[in-house]
């Protein structure tokens, strides 16, 4: 797709030049600044915005936010599609894709079958598709660095954003628990908001460290953004988010591509047996658990995968309630209350399974669950043919998304999870047959 640099020399061409025309093999585009713009602008918002600025705007807000942005996301692809309005075309099908289509085609087909609400499971489908097929066009039209700066940019945004509100609208937030000292930026959940700017840390590193290949040094805002990111996310006051940081952090300046392994078989096994640990092992530990002042639950969260699992192995095991379906079905929460005692909080609750596992298996089924696994199996296949930047990309990118998924919600229609798990994968099926060429295009 990219040019190296051995191929390019000592090429100093105009912007045009550089990028090639809107259409043809490689698919190689001149980005004017509001297609990087428009870019930015649903990075942005796949962060969760516009969050709790509803409460100040109004809910019309989210839904101007949320239509906007889709179809901002098919104006891109269809405009960039081709110098003519003949060339133009939605989806451009290259074999290369193949996982992710028959993912995509898989859990289409499961939840019509399975939803008992097919006009919503369509609009959700669609929705999901979109975003997959958005990632895909990211991974056409930019080269690891320029993605990774279009990241850097809608974190500033983000950060921006996000720190706004806490200072004007302090009285506004849902204070809940041990939430109450901790910085929740655009959401009512620190969690949330802790994995948001772990997220924009580990891209933001992977840019430094791409950037020090070609000896290109950053400028002294871009460190102290670093480090007002790490500031935030102590002030989140979430422990495993800091834990996280630490380990996938370790993990890219330490590993690199120095060793190549299918890192989607890694997701798959590490969250098989993270799951089967936290719901056999850890109850045995309760007791030690309880000195150190730790919950053997981890908030609940145990009880809540087994009576999901229970509720899933006697009801839909093989199509589960459709896509993003089981929160919505009366049925499936009928059955995931009884459950739990009438006072319990997990009585109540209505969204979210806080493991991204179990959260394909209710909705998708058996089917989509290994459609799921299959995807990420096959795509990061041959991984010494993967080129080295996006292997290190693809690498941090998995580790971030796999321990986020152990105890907290990935899945979705939209969201910044789901849209770079989805460029992830395509990067991972980018494969050349040297790996270790770098496939980036050169600075002017």
């Known amino acids: 797709m990219y040019e190296g640099r051995a191929a390019a020399g000592n090429y100093t061409g105009n912007y045009s030049a550089r990028y090639g025309s809107f259409a043809g093999e490689n698919q190689n585009t001149v980005m004017r600044p509001w297609v990087r713009a428009a870019v930015i ?3 942005f918002c796949s962060f969760g915005f516009p969050g709790t600025y509803i409460k100040v705007f109004g809910p019309s807000v989210e839904v101007i936010t949320r239509y906007g942005i889709f179809f901002l996301q098919l104006f891109l692809m269809l ?16 074999p290369k894709y193949t996982p992710i289509y028959l993912f995509l085609a898989t859990i289409f087909a499961v939840s019509m079958i399975a939803t008992s609400e097919k006009g919503e499971e369509v609009v959700s489908c669609i929705r999901f598709s979109v975003t997959a097929l958005f990632a895909i066009w990211l991974c056409e039209h930019f080269d690891v660095e320029e993605l990774l700066g279009l990241i850097y940019r809608s974190m500033i945004l983000y950060v921006a954003a996000a720190v706004t509100f806490a200072v004007l609208f302090p009285g506004l937030y849902d204070r809940k628990g041990d939430q109450q000292m901790a910085f929740l930026g655009m959401e009512d959940n620190k969690n949330v908001t802790a994995m948001i700017l772990l997220f924009g840390i580990v891209m933001q590193l992977l840019l430094w460290r791409v950037r020090t290949a070609d000896n290109v040094s950053v400028s002294s805002f871009f460190v102290g953004f670093l480090a ?50 936290a719901m056999t092992v850890l109850p045995m530990l309760e007791p030690l658990l309880n000195v150190i002042g730790k919950d053997a639950t981890l908030t609940g969260r145990v009880p809540l995968w087994h009576q999901l699992l229970d509720v899933i192995r006697e009801n839909h095991p093989l199509i589960g309630y459709g896509y993003g379906h089981f929160w919505y079905d009366k049925e499936a929460l009928d059955l995931l209350h009884v459950g739990f005692s009438k006072t319990s909080f997990m009585n109540e609750i209505t ?20 459609a799921y696994f299959a995807m990420l199996i096959a795509a990061f296949s041959r991984p010494r043919q993967i080129p080295a930047d996006k292997y290190v990309f693809c690498m941090a990118y998995m580790a971030f998304f796999t321990l986020s998924g152990f105890t907290e919600r990935c899945f979705g229609t939209f969201g910044y999870k789901m849209l770079f798990l989805f460029v992830a994968v395509a990067m991972g099926c980018q494969k050349t047959e040297n790996g270790s060429i770098k496939h980036r295009q050169v600075y002017n």
């Open 41 to 43: 602008l649903v990075m």
């Open 228 to 277: 007002v990111q790490l500031f935030l996310l102590v002030l989140s006051n979430s422990k495993g988010a800091l834990v996280y940081c630490a380990a996938v952090v370790l993990l890219v300046l330490a590993a690199g591509d120095r060793f190549r392994v299918n890192v989607g078989m890694v997701c798959v096994l590490s969250s098989i047996l993270f799951l089967v640990f």
């Open 351 to 370: 969204t979210g399974s806080h493991n991204s596992l179990i959260e394909m298996w209710v909705n998708t089924g058996l089917i989509g669950l290994l």
């Open 79 to 94: 405009v960039l599609s081709g110098d003519r309005i003949g060339e133009i075309k939605l989806i451009d099908i290259k």
